[in-house]
Structure formats: structure tokens, C-alpha cells
């Protein structure tokens, strides 16, 4: 190999040695910023289970009563870091359900019942279960059944009330029911047609520490899927 051969030989190394240093620099950059990317994915559902509640009757005309119901909320931690949730926040997004009210947000609570204070802490790649308490309107139709058989702000299994005004063929949105029922007078189930169906959709929006917001869409008929 000639001198000249050598020389060129010689930059080319250099040259390429160069090129893997910036892109092992690049890349470690690259790494250093993806690990302090917050990455938080939100489960939430509506609890199928019983449990007491109560209607709390309003001086609304449209808004006759709102129903504290819980939806089950999950979050995981998907990134390398920890997480910390420093504020949230309930808000109704429905444009063909246009009503404003107290009571939409009930706090979050533990599965306990004890309600949970700020911040929730969540180490990497772990997960966080709570609920949230949601004030739900009643639509007049349905208040109107509801009001005839019990009492306004006295505890109720909420499948009690779900089931008289399933029977009734309306549900709490004053949609139609189509009922299931035995020989013997028995309420099996019902079912809710989806075709002009109505309620309300929340967006449950979570702030971290770092100032990045995470949102889901919070309704009656959303199920919980993974």
C-alpha cells in the first residue's frame, strides 16, 4: 500500500470514527430524554357492582335530580420515571347534553370509601386503582318514577333504583329499556338501544408534576377495556 493509499486509508477511520461517536452521542441523548418522557395510560369504567346512593333533588326545570354514581379509574405508569398527580379535574364535553350543575365532581376516593388527597404517587411501570364520584343528571321522565317510590336523599342500592326504572322501560337519561322479564314477573336484564340514545360524556383530566395532563372520556355505558 502506497503512502498516499495510507493516508486516505487513515481519514476514512478517522471520518467514520467520528460518525459513530455523534450517533452513540445522539443516541445517548436520544435515551437520557425518552426516559423523562411521562407516560401515563387511563382505564375508566362505570362500577357494575351495588352500592348506596342517592338523588339529590335541584330547583331545575330539565335537571329535576343528579344520582352520585362511581366509575372505577385505573392508571399505569408506562414510563421509566415516576409520576405524580398533582391536580385533576371533571368536566361534561356532551354538545347534545348541555347542562351545567354542582355536584358533577365527588371527589376521588379509595376502595375503602375514604377520599383521597393529592398528590397520588406512581412508581414506574406500576399502577394506581381508585374511583370517582360523579354526579349524573336525571331526566325528568325518569325522576319522575323514581320520585313516586322513594325517597329523595335517603341511601338506595343503586341496582334497586336502575331495575324499577328498567321495568319501566326508561333508564336515567330517559332513554328507552326493553326489559327482560320471566313468567314469574322477574327482571332478567334489559338492554339499551344505542340508535338516538342519550348521556352524558365527562373528560377526567389528571395534571403531573411536570405540568403534562393526561385525559379520558368518563360515561354511563363506556365499558372497561384493557
Known amino acids: 500500500m ?3 493509499e495510507k493516508d486516505t486509508f487513515s481519514r476514512v477511520l478517522a471520518l467514520l ?25 387511563i382505564y375508566t369504567a362505570r362500577v357494575h357492582d351495588d352500592y348506596e346512593t342517592e ?5 331545575l326545570q330539565d335537571l329535576p335530580a343528579v344520582l352520585p354514581v362511581y366509575y372505577e379509574c385505573i392508571l399505569v405508569n408506562n414510563g421509566k420515571m415516576s409520576i405524580s398527580i398533582v391536580d385533576y ?12 350543575y354542582s355536584y358533577m ?9 375514604k377520599q383521597l388527597q393529592l398528590p397520588l ?6 399502577s394506581y386503582r381508585f374511583f370517582v364520584k360523579v354526579g349524573v343528571a336525571v331526566h325528568p321522565k325518569a325522576y319522575e318514577l323514581i320520585s313516586k317510590n322513594f325517597t329523595s336523599q335517603k341511601k338506595i342500592p343503586i341496582k ?23 313468567d314469574q314477573g322477574n327482571l332478567l336484564g334489559f338492554n339499551v ?20 395532563y393526561f385525559s379520558d372520556t368518563v360515561f354511563w355505558y363506556k365499558m372497561l377495556q384493557f
Open 89 to 100: 379535574d371533571l368536566q361534561q364535553i356532551t354538545e347534545d347534553y348541555p347542562i351545567k
Open 160 to 182: 334497586e333504583l336502575t331495575y324499577h326504572l328498567a321495568r319501566n322501560r326508561v333508564d336515567f337519561y330517559g332513554n328507552t329499556v326493553d326489559p327482560y322479564i320471566d
Open 121 to 126: 404517587d406512581i412508581d414506574s411501570k406500576k
Open 2 to 4: 502506497s503512502d498516499s
Open 55 to 59: 338523588i339529590i333533588p335541584l330547583p
Open 17 to 41: 470514527a467520528i460518525v459513530i461517536a455523534v450517533a452513540s452521542l445522539t443516541y445517548t441523548i436520544w435515551s437520557d430524554q425518552k426516559s423523562e418522557i411521562e407516560d401515563l395510560i
Open 193 to 212: 338501544p344505542m340508535k338516538n340514545r342519550m348521556e352524558q360524556i365527562f373528560s377526567i383530566n389528571f395534571k403531573t408534576s411536570q405540568g403534562n
Open 105 to 113: 365532581d365527588g371527589g376521588l376516593f379509595d376502595s375503602s370509601g
